[in-house]
Nanobody, 124 residues
Framework: QVQLVESGGGLVQAGGSLRLSCAAS????????MGWFRQAPGKEREFVAA????????YYADSVKGRFTISRDNAKNTVYLQMNSLKPEDTAIYYC?????????????????WGQGTQVTVSS
């Protein structure tokens, strides 16, 4: 069992930056590949970024590539999402999730555990 808690969301102007954190608890939390997803009002949950358990492999949605960076610190059982050059269309609730799939995957159904989410609002 893995528990995930996101933090770091907030209100920022377009062009600004935020860093989201996802703290994982559980004996084997560092063994999981991790992903970030987001869901805007009236839209389906969509993939943002994912990282392997070692941190050696990452994968990004085209919409955030070059602007967002996913990383992890296994000593702290924490995954981060650095978001730069934010746009109003990045506004959503951001969720972190954990999967036992070895390679980072964009598929929602492959993730076993989910956090409660943190709101990110980007004003124009």
């Amino acid at each position: 069992q893995v528990q995930l808690v996101e933090s770091g969301g907030g209100l920022v102007q377009a062009g600004g930056s935020l860093r989201l954190s996802c703290a994982a608890s559980g004996r084997t939390a560092s063994s999981y590949a991790m992903g970030w997803f987001r869901q805007a009002p009236g839209k389906e949950r969509e993939f943002v970024a994912a990282i392997s358990w070692s941190g050696g492999s990452t994968y990004y949605a085209d919409s955030v590539k070059g602007r967002f960076t996913i990383s992890r610190d296994n000593a702290k059982n924490t995954v981060y999402l650095q978001m730069n050059s934010l746009k109003p269309e990045d506004t959503a609730i951001y969720y972190c999730a954990a999967t036992l799939v070895v390679a980072p995957t964009p598929q929602v159904r492959m993730y076993d555990y989910w956090g409660q989410g943190t709101q990110v609002t980007v004003s124009s």
